[in-house]
C-alpha cells in the first residue's frame, strides 16, 4: 500500500493563497481515491476535498468551494490542494488521506471513517 506526507503548509495572511502538496510512496498510486481533511485545535477533523482515483470527479466542503481546488497527478504520484482567498478560519493542520478501491471504481469519500491511510499533515495558519 502507500504511504502520504504531506508538504506545502505555512504562515499566510488573510486573502493570500497556498498550495499544498501530497506525495505518495509505495505501488499502486492510481488505484487509491484520495481526500483532504483538516483539524483546528478544539475540534473534530473535518473533510475539505475529495478526488476519485482517475482525477475525474471531485468534491468540496461548502465552506472551501469556490476557494480550494483538488487535483492529482498519478504520474507522478501526488495530490494537490490550491488554496486561494485563505480566509482566518481556514487555519489548521491538513491532512492527506488514501483509499483503495477497485479498478474502474469512481467513488468519491467524503467521511474520514472511509481513509484508512494519513499522513501526518502539515500545518496552515492564516493571520488576520
Known amino acids: 500500500q502507500v504511504q502520504v506526507v504531506e508538504s506545502g503548509g505555512g504562515l499566510v495572511q488573510a486573502g493570500d493563497s497556498l498550495r499544498l502538496s501530497c506525495a505518495a510512496s509505495?505501488?499502486?498510486?492510481?488505484?487509491?481515491?484520495m481526500g483532504w481533511f483538516r483539524q483546528a485545535p478544539g475540534k473534530e477533523r473535518e473533510f475539505v476535498a475529495a478526488i476519485t482515483r482517475g482525477g475525474g470527479r471531485t468534491s468540496y466542503a461548502d465552506s472551501v468551494k469556490g476557494r480550494f481546488s483538488i487535483s492529482r497527478d498519478n504520474v507522478k504520484k501526488s495530490m494537490f490542494l490550491q488554496m486561494s482567498r485563505l480566509k482566518v478560519e481556514d487555519t489548521a493542520h491538513y491532512y492527506c488521506a488514501a483509499r483503495v478501491v477497485d479498478p474502474f471504481d469512481d467513488s468519491i469519500f467524503t467521511s474520514h471513517g472511509n481513509y484508512p491511510i494519513w499522513g501526518q499533515g502539515t500545518q496552515v495558519t492564516v493571520s488576520s
Open positions: 509505495g505501488r499502486g498510486f492510481p488505484n487509491y481515491a
